[in-house]
C-alpha cells in the first residue's frame, strides 16, 4: 500500500513538469495570482517564522538533507541491484515533493512578467544613450566618492562591521518602496551562511534559500560587497528571480539608502557594469571614459577582483556552469550572461527619472 502510494507520487512529477512549462506561457497570470498574490504571503510567513534566528536554519536543513541522502544511498546501495524498481520509485518521489515545493514557495517566480513590461520601460537602448547614463553615473559616484575619502586615489573603506552592515542594508528598501510600494521589505531574514567557504569557492556572493525565503550572503567577502550583495539577494527574497532584474533593484536600493558608503557602493556597483558594457562596445571608448573615474573607485574594484581570483580552483567552472544550466531551464535565455543585462534597465530608467 505505502509502495503504490509512493509509485503515484513519483508519477506526478510529469503533470509536474508539463503543468510549470504551461504555465511559464503565461507571465500575466503568474504575476497576478502568485507573484503577487500567493507568494507574498508565503515569504513573509517564512520571514516571521524564521527571520529572527540568528543563524541560517535553511543551511541547517540543506546540510541535515545531504548527510541523510547520502546514510540513504549507502544503506540502500545493495537495494539498487535487487530491487532497482523501487529504489528509482523512492528517488522520483522524493524528487516530486522537491519540485513541487520549490516552485510553491519561490520557483514560479521564473516565469513573472518582465520587469521592464511592468514598469513600462523599453529593453533596449542606444551606445549614445549607454554614453550619456554612464557619464552622470560617473560624475555621481567620483562625488560620493570625494565626499567620503577626501583623496580621489583613496579606496572606500567600510567603517562598519559585516554584521552592521547586514542589519543597514535593508534600510534602503524603506526609501525604495516610496516609488515602489511593492517593494516593500519587511519583515527582514539576512544571515551570512553557514557554508560561507564552499560558497566562495563555488564562486558565488550570495544565494537565496528557495525552501526557508532566508537571503543567504557569503561572510568572507570583501566589506565593500556586502551591502549590494545584500540588497540583490533582498529582490530575490520579493519575488525577482532573474538576476538581472534583481541586479538592478539591489542598486537602486543601495543608491536610495540613507548612509553615504551604502550609496557609493551602489553607484560604482552600477557604474561597473555601464563600463564593463561600454568596453564591450568600443575599448578605446572605455580607456578614455575610464581615465575620467576617480582611481580609487577602481581599487575598490580590484579589492573585489583580487578576492575571487584568489580562491579560483579547478571545481568553480563546473559549478558556474550547472548554475547556467538552471538558469537557462528556467527561463533565463542568457544563463548567467543575464547579469550583464542590468545595464538596459538601468539606463532606461534613469532616462525618465533622477538618478
Not at 549507502?74 to 520549490?102: C, E, G, P
Not at 571545481?315 to 543585462?341: C, D, H, I, R, V
Request: aromatic fraction near 16%; hydrophobic fraction near 40%; proline fraction near 5%.
Amino acid at each position: 500500500m505505502l509502495q503504490n502510494k509512493k509509485t503515484l507520487l513519483a508519477l506526478t512529477l510529469i503533470p509536474q513538469i508539463i503543468g510549470i512549462r504551461i504555465l511559464s506561457n503565461y507571465p500575466e497570470f503568474v504575476e497576478r495570482y502568485y507573484s503577487n498574490g500567493i507568494y507574498p504571503i508565503v515569504s513573509k510567513l517564512f520571514r516571521y517564522v524564521l527571520g529572527w534566528l540568528p543563524f541560517s536554519f535553511g543551511d541547517f536543513i540543506y546540510a541535515f538533507t545531504i548527510v541523510f541522502g547520502l546514510r540513504w544511498l549507502i544503506l540502500n546501495r545493495k537495494r539498487l541491484r535487487l530491487d532497482t524498481k523501487n529504489w528509482f520509485i523512492d528517488v522520483f518521489a522524493s524528487l516530486s515533493i522537491f519540485y513541487f515545493v520549490f516552485h510553491l514557495f519561490w520557483g514560479l517566480n521564473y516565469y513573472r512578467l518582465p520587469l521592464h513590461k511592468s514598469l513600462n520601460l523599453s529593453h533596449d537602448y542606444s551606445t549614445e544613450q549607454l554614453i550619456a547614463f554612464t557619464k552622470k553615473l560617473i560624475e555621481k559616484s567620483n562625488t560620493v566618492h570625494l565626499e567620503i575619502t577626501e583623496n580621489d586615489s583613496l579606496k572606500v573603506d567600510m567603517p562598519f562591521s559585516k554584521s552592521e552592515i547586514l542589519t543597514m542594508a535593508p534600510e534602503g528598501y524603506k526609501n525604495l518602496k516610496k516609488t515602489f510600494p511593492h517593494l516593500e521589505y519587511h519583515p527582514k531574514s539576512v544571515k551570512k551562511s553557514l557554508f560561507s567557504y564552499p560558497l566562495t569557492y563555488m564562486g558565488f556572493s550570495g544565494y537565496l534559500n528557495p525552501f526557508t525565503n532566508e537571503a543567504q550572503v557569503d561572510g568572507l567577502i570583501p566589506i565593500y560587497k556586502l551591502s549590494t550583495t545584500t540588497t540583490h539577494e533582498i529582490a530575490h527574497q520579493l519575488g525577482y528571480a532573474a538576476e538581472n532584474e534583481a541586479n538592478f533593484i539591489g542598486s537602486m536600493a543601495a543608491i536610495k539608502h540613507d548612509d553615504i558608503y551604502i550609496r557609493y557602493t551602489g553607484y560604482t556597483f552600477g557604474l561597473r557594469f555601464c563600463l564593463n558594457e561600454i568596453y564591450r562596445r568600443d575599448p578605446d571608448l572605455y580607456e578614455t571614459m575610464a581615465k575620467t573615474v576617480n582611481p580609487g573607485i577602481f581599487k575598490n574594484y580590484k579589492e573585489v577582483r583580487e578576492f575571487w581570483e584568489k580562491h579560483q580552483n579547478p571545481a568553480e567552472p563546473l559549478f558556474k556552469s550547472f548554475y547556467n544550466g538552471f538558469l537557462k531551464a528556467n527561463k533565463q535565455s542568457k544563463g548567467m550572461q543575464s547579469y550583464n543585462y542590468v545595464v538596459a534597465l538601468l539606463v532606461n530608467y534613469y532616462e525618465e527619472n533622477n538618478l
